[in-house]
């Protein structure tokens, strides 16, 4: 995260105003009692215009054009050049450093023209911190080597505190942290000597971003809240809003999230107050950095993309860097790789412009050319100081000097090219004995590498004779285990066919076993009866029971023939084949098949003459296997009496059948809902059947039991 450098813009130059502390009610009261066109009234505009600094920029700005104007009425030179010089300082304090640079050019040049010291410093230095800014370091280092200069002329202290705070920022930038802290430490005292509270207030923040950069992040977070209690006490909004940033990028590498997103947002509400385009973009990324933090992509795209759009308006090339690494992140995580390598592609580019290693190497020599600039203006000024007598005798001791420094270095120089020719000739010699031992080395080197080179032959063929070895072993193992996966392959479907052949078996004798296991008995035991003891039964009974033998022979039969057919269509595959069945048909089969139990009352109610559409043999076996159940469960009761209704309700149809015998605890019935519960052979294993054949047609069983009273089952087809 890029911090807020606290660069520190003079509003007012020294001793040019008095009175400057004087609130906005009293210099806006003493502007309307100066009626005069006057250099007094000019000299108010401008007291008002510094005291807007920070509250609102653009009545700042307002108050310097009107002092402008007035300047240029009346000619006053220097107000035209503070009225420049304010202008330019509002557009900085809302980061249109375009314009500020245009100003502060303008108000330098009028300074110039009037030969005003104290306002060609603060116009150079102003124009090194938008350079600064810029990340433009050599231009920026140009412009505050020139204020220093000017400054040591005028002996003040505030204009040197000036000069050391701006000198940090600059080695700040370069990483060297040592030479930073010891410029803001110098700024600093000197600011707290003058007591000049917005010095101190900026000394403290730069310091406390030295901290931040060697992640002392404790001592930045002190450092950070010692200045934003400074510029609340100084009701400084832009120092506010800086310290607030500050603060946020502190908790953010101490991962307090909410902190930081809760301090960039203080932030923000302030520079959008006050239209500050820097800090906004700042904030922007910020605020960006917490929502990603978040995984809230949409949300930090949004804050990203304003804060890369503002950093282009403004030329910062620092703010645009991490936006297009932030953006190009967001992209990554998004999937959207086209755009990811766009952005981070720009990230790059700009990347190599701050870091050019050319900026440092003017840098450097720059510094080496301040330090001779500045020997040589003491020396100057220190020449100026002298009598005149005594300058003419040194300016001739120097003519003198000059004339023997001349030969001297004609004799130098003719030293210095035998030196030189005798230097080229041993060289040349030296090179002849090193370019002859390295052709020996060579040869012996190239008789070298052609034996390493024939070794490495011979291993290429031995290696590829190797892997050729491999892979038709490899190629035989797949094909065998393809083989091999095949014929396994083969034999677990028949296995399967074989499991499903054997179910199939299962089940149909378990449906010949239950289903023609009672009237076969019943056919016995009257044939049984018949031979042992007909003299039980007269000629019209017998007669009556002959009949009802026959039919009920005809009718097992038909039963029979019915199953066979069923399962000789189910020998491939056991599964329902639904078609439509009519209800009547249904119960008039079940009248059929139980017709020899005379005893037993069984009543069909169908009233609606309902279809279905099912597998009309697997709704058979069920509902013979629930009747030939409850014919059993009769067995001893009065009256027996079996009642078999169908219905339709909620558009879903019901079968139910309710025989009014002993009842039954419904752990009976557990064969119904339980895979597990066994059952003897002769129960004809009907509840498994039941449950089986109903789930393979989707058919819903439902059981009521009460002892005493008889038995219900209900049977559901939904829709």
């Not at 832009?238 to 310290?243: D, H, I, K, N």
């Not at 804050?303 to 890369?308: C, L, R």
């Not at 080496?368 to 007598?389: A, M, P, S, V, W």
Request: include cysteine; glycine fraction near 4%.
């Amino acid at each position: 995260m890029r911090f807020y450098c606290c660069l520190f813009v003079l509003l007012l130059s020294i001793n040019s105003f008095s009175q400057a502390s004087k609130t906005i009610d009293d210099l806006t009261a003493e502007l309307q009692k100066n009626t005069k066109q006057d250099t007094l009234k000019v000299v108010t505009l401008l007291k008002l215009s510094t005291t807007n600094s920070g509250l609102n920029p653009e009545k700042m700005k307002q108050f310097a054009i009107d002092a402008m104007q007035l300047s240029e009425k009346i000619n006053y030179k220097k107000g035209i050049g503070e009225s420049f010089k304010l202008q330019g300082a509002s557009y900085f304090s809302i980061g249109d450093y375009k314009n500020a640079e245009k100003f502060f050019s303008k108000s330098l040049a009028v300074f110039e023209d009037i030969k005003y010291n104290a306002g060609i410093i603060i116009c150079n230095s102003n124009l090194g911190s938008i350079k600064l800014v810029q990340n433009k370091y050599p231009e920026a280092l140009q412009f505050y080597q020139t204020s220093i200069r000017y400054a040591e002329k005028t002996n003040s202290s505030k204009y040197s505190a000036l000069a050391y705070g701006n000198m940090g920022i600059i080695y700040s930038e370069l990483k060297n942290y040592n030479l930073a802290l010891k410029h803001f430490n110098e700024a600093l005292n000197i600011h707290k000597k003058s007591n000049y509270a917005a010095g101190i207030a900026s000394s403290l923040s730069n310091i406390g971003n030295v901290y931040f950069n060697k992640k002392e992040y404790d001592n930045a977070l002190d450092f950070f809240t010692q200045a934003l209690t400074k510029n609340i006490e100084n009701n400084d909004k832009l120092g506010m809003s800086r310290e607030y940033g500050n603060i946020a990028n502190v908790y953010s590498e101490q991962k307090k999230y909410s902190d930081s997103f809760e301090n960039h947002m203080k932030a923000l509400k302030i520079n959008e107050e006050l239209k500050n385009k820097k800090g906004l973009a700042v904030n922007y990324q910020g605020i960006g950095e917490y929502y990603l933090k978040q995984n809230n992509l949409d949300q930090s795209l949004d804050y990203f993309k304003k804060a890369n759009q503002i950093s282009k308006q403004i030329n910062v090339d620092d703010l645009q860097k991490q936006s297009f690494n932030s953006l190009s992140e967001v992209f990554e995580k998004k999937g959207n790789l086209d755009s990811a390598y766009f952005y981070f592609k720009k990230y790059i580019d700009i990347k190599e412009t701050i870091d050019n290693e050319a900026n440092r190497k003017q840098i450097s020599r720059l510094e080496i050319q301040y330090e001779f600039d500045t020997k040589e203006e003491k020396y100057k000024t220190q020449q100026l100081l002298d009598n005149e007598n005594i300058k003419q005798q040194k300016l001739l001791l120097e003519l003198n000097k000059s004339k023997l420094n001349e030969s001297n270095k004609e004799r130098d120089l003719v030293r210095l090219n035998y030196l030189k020719t005798q230097s080229e000739l041993k060289n040349e010699s030296l090179e002849k004995k090193a370019q002859k031992k390295q052709l020996t080395i060579a040869e012996k080197e190239i008789e070298l590498n052609k034996i390493t080179l024939e070794n490495k032959e011979k291993q290429k063929w031995y290696f590829i004779a190797g892997l050729l070895l491999l892979g038709i072993i490899g190629s035989l193992l797949y094909f065998q285990n393809q083989n091999r996966k095949k014929t396994n392959k083969k034999l677990q479907l028949l296995n399967d066919e074989l499991e499903q052949a054997n179910k199939a078996k299962t089940r149909f004798f378990s449906i010949l076993n239950h289903d023609l296991r009672g009237p076969v008995a019943n056919l016995i035991n009257f044939l049984q009866l018949q031979k042992e003891s007909p003299e039980l039964l007269d000629k019209e009974s017998t007669e009556r029971m002959q009949n009802k033998t026959m039919e009920s022979a005809e009718n097992l039969l038909n039963s029979m023939e019915d199953i066979l057919q069923w399962s000789k269509s189910q020998m491939e595959n056991f599964k329902p084949q639904p078609k439509t069945i009519y209800i009547n048909d249904l119960f008039e089969d079940i009248e059929n098949h139980f017709s020899s139990f005379e005893n037993i009352k069984i009543e069909f109610i169908n009233p609606e003459n309902i279809s279905l559409k099912t597998d009309k043999n697997y709704l058979k076996t069920i509902v013979r296997n629930l009747t030939g159940n409850a014919i059993k469960a009769l067995n001893g009761t009065q009256s027996p009496t079996i009642v078999w209704k169908a219905w339709e309700e909620n558009n879903n149809s019901f079968l139910s059948i309710i025989d009014n015998g002993k009842g039954a605890e419904l752990d009976q019935f557990k064969a119904l809902y339980d895979d597990k519960e066994v059952v003897g052979i002769k129960s004809g294993l009907g509840l498994h059947l039941i449950r089986d054949l109903s789930k393979a047609i989707d058919c819903k069983i439902e059981v009521d039991s009460k002892k005493d009273v008889g038995t219900t089952f209900i049977l559901t087809f939904i829709k």
